[in-house]
């Protein structure tokens, strides 16, 4: 490799799942010795683990146990609460290792171009997400749930995840470690119905199957399907997933309600076409749809002039999310991601690698997929990354360690190291303890750096 003895040093921009399994992948060589240094611009790591995945999926959480094997080899650093394209820039990344791995996910809602859509009451799924997550940018939000029924645009497992949330009893919810803030205004919830609207069929919906189930679960809840839009919608689906989805919902389309204290609805076929209000929301109209077969076979929608108003105090637009435009990084503004081939970072005109510059996860192959899917995208990033090593491609550093943890004290004298995430991992840990709840999560970064610093309680 290379004809060098010294270390492969790799840097990692976001420490969510795609930019762990990417650190797995290289700790996990053993024919030459790789050093791994991990930033996230959050004192505390993970990504969307922490900040993503609903509270009450806490067996999907579970994957950090495998993140915080990788974190503790040696070999390993983070550095925490350090910003790349802040307080270092891609050059002072690359000046101190041979290559950078950018894994920072898809951090914005899509835009949904429908009039009204900035409505007071109108709001990203991915911003309610991350508010009840207690993401320290997003603590502040206020959601008014005053109202009797919430719309969720679009069908995938986000749409889900809110839908649910918004309808557990504040009991369930007071297990999981969702934020102290959230569950706080999720007690004074007087919603009692959530309308999901998809614009296609159930066999086109995006969500998955396991996710489609877990809406049933909770005793309390009624999950309500008009038969007759399934029925509409009822063209042969294609895929194995694809039919255990159409065959679940005939199922909840045959049940009827039973009067339980809340209800989430699933509506298909019905593309909201505004948001509608004078001060804030105050409904959805929404037109009925066809499924209409494009020329390269994928079935689409055209919407009629059959609408109707679906009276709503908050609406939750999750239509899925987007990258954004990674400092000194070409993007690819079709596609919301930074400019690579097969995790590569290329000059989108001319396709050229640019040296020691990889990405990998929603920032390299757009918002799709489960955690694991992580894992395959990340090693095909790590094999380009070797192959590239092998070949001598990588540029070489001009600076080692030392000057790199100097570089990072004068820029971010705050940045938070493994022993400062063990602090507050261990402190929330303990507060959850008391409460009989997996954690109780810090949702400020003074906090948070006051608890990594030194053995204070925040
Ligand atoms: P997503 O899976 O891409 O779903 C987006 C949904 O929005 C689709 O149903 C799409 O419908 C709909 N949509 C798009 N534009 C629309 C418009 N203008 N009007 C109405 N509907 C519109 O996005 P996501 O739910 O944000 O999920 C992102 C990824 O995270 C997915 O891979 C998901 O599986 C994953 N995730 C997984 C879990 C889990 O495993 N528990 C939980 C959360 C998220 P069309 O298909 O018609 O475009």
């Known amino acids: 490799m290379n004809g060098s003895r010294s270390p492969l040093r790799v840097a990692i921009v976001g420490s969510g799942p795609a930019g762990s399994y990417a650190a797995a992948h290289l700790m996990n060589r053993r024919e030459f010795a790789v050093q791994v240094e991990m930033f996230d611009r959050l004192p505390t790591p993970w990504g969307l683990v922490r900040s993503g995945v609903a509270p009450d999926h806490a067996e999907t959480k579970m994957v950090v146990d495998l993140f915080e094997r990788t974190a503790g080899q040696p070999g390993f650093r983070f550095h925490l609460n350090v910003e790349i394209g802040k307080h270092l820039g891609h050059q002072d990344v690359l000046d101190h290792h041979h290559a950078v791995i950018y894994a920072v996910g898809a951090p914005d809602d899509r835009e949904l171009a429908i009039p009204g859509k900035d409505l007071p009451g109108s709001h990203g799924a991915a911003q309610f997400v991350a508010w009840y997550n207690g993401h320290p940018e997003h603590r502040d939000l206020t959601y008014d749930l005053s109202g009797k029924r919430a719309v969720v645009i679009g069908n995938g497992n986000v749409a889900l995840d809110v839908a649910r949330i918004l309808t557990k009893s504040t009991r369930d919810l007071a297990e999981t470690d969702i934020a102290d803030h959230a569950l706080a205004a999720l007690a004074e919830n007087q919603i009692e119905e959530v309308v999901v609207l998809g ?51 005939q199922e909840y389309a045959a049940r009827a309600p039973r009067g339980r204290r809340r209800r989430i609805v699933l509506r298909f076929l019905a593309t909201p076409v505004e948001i509608v209000g004078t001060e804030g929301v105050e409904g959805v109209r929404v037109a009925r749809s066809e499924l209409v077969s494009g020329p390269d076979g994928s079935l689409g929608v055209r919407t009629s002039d059959d609408t109707e108003l679906l009276e709503a105090g908050l609406v939750l637009r999750s239509i899925g999310s987007r990258g954004r435009p990674f400092p000194g990084l070409p993007f690819d503004e079709r596609r919301g991601t930074i400019a690579n081939d097969e995790g590569r970072v290329i000059e989108p005109g001319t396709g050229r690698p640019l040296p020691g510059a990889y990405t990998t996860g929603w920032i390299k192959r757009g918002p799709s997929g489960v955690i694991g899917t992580n894992k395959k995208c990340a090693g095909q990033t790590v094999e380009m990354l070797l192959a590239d090593h092998a070949a001598g491609l990588l540029p070489e550093p001009s600076h080692d360690a030392q000057a790199l943890e100097r570089l990072i004290r004068v820029r971010q004298p705050d940045v938070v190291d493994h022993q400062g995430w063990r602090a507050i991992d261990s402190h929330e840990r303990e507060r959850g303890e008391a409460e009989a709840r997996p954690r109780v999560k810090l949702v400020r970064v003074d906090h948070m750096l006051r608890v990594a610093g030194s053995d204070i309680p925040a």
């Not at 809406?215 to 039919?243: G, K, N, W, Y």
């Open 199 to 249: 614009r296609r069929g159930p066999a086109q919906a995006a969500f998955t199957t396991p996710e489609l189930l877990a809406l049933a679960h909770p005793p309390d809840v009624d999950v309500v399907v008009d038969p007759t839009e399934v029925a509409l919608a009822d063209e042969a689906p294609s895929t194995f997933s694809a039919r255990m989805k159409a065959q679940i919902l």
